[in-house]
């Protein structure tokens, strides 16, 4: 089955790498994935909605609405009946408060981007998306 993956993030040229890499990735793992991307939380939530993406990897600092608005807003939204996407931030912003934050609101994965390569991020959503093996490098 085609696995859906969203990328929530503002920066054109981040968000079309992780889609790139992502797509890549996933092929090499044997997953059929489908990824799309928005640059901003208000287009995020109108994506998650249409689409019920498998897995949302989420940027904090955008406008319109940010990143915490977006886990806010999915977790008010959320009914028995919800399935939950996993959700994976990835970030500029460190500091312990901010991750405790987001783990409250849903996220299960926090990154920092000056701390992580794209192709960890990569094989971390073709891990949680069921891929059994992660390509040699």
């Not at 059929?32 to 998650?48: D, K, Y």
């Not at 609405?65 to 807003?73: A, P």
């Not at 009946?81 to 500091?95: A, C, F, Y």
């Amino acid at each position: 089955t085609m696995k859906k993956v969203l990328i929530i993030e503002d920066d054109p040229i981040v968000g079309k790498i992780l889609q790139v890499k992502i797509e890549y990735t996933a092929k090499q793992c044997g997953i059929e994935a489908e990824v799309s991307r928005v640059f901003n939380g208000e287009e995020g939530l109108q994506a998650i909605a249409e689409k019920n993406p498998d897995l949302i990897v989420l940027d904090l600092m955008m406008p319109k609405k940010s990143g915490f608005e977006v886990l806010e807003d999915m977790k008010k939204a959320e009914t028995k009946e919800t399935v939950t996407p996993h959700i994976m931030v990835l970030t500029n912003l460190s500091g312990e408060g901010h991750k405790d934050k987001v783990t409250q609101l849903g996220a299960s994965a926090y990154f920092i981007k000056s701390g992580t390569t794209i192709q960890e991020i990569a094989d971390y959503v073709c891990k949680q998306l069921g891929a059994t093996t992660v390509p040699a490098q």
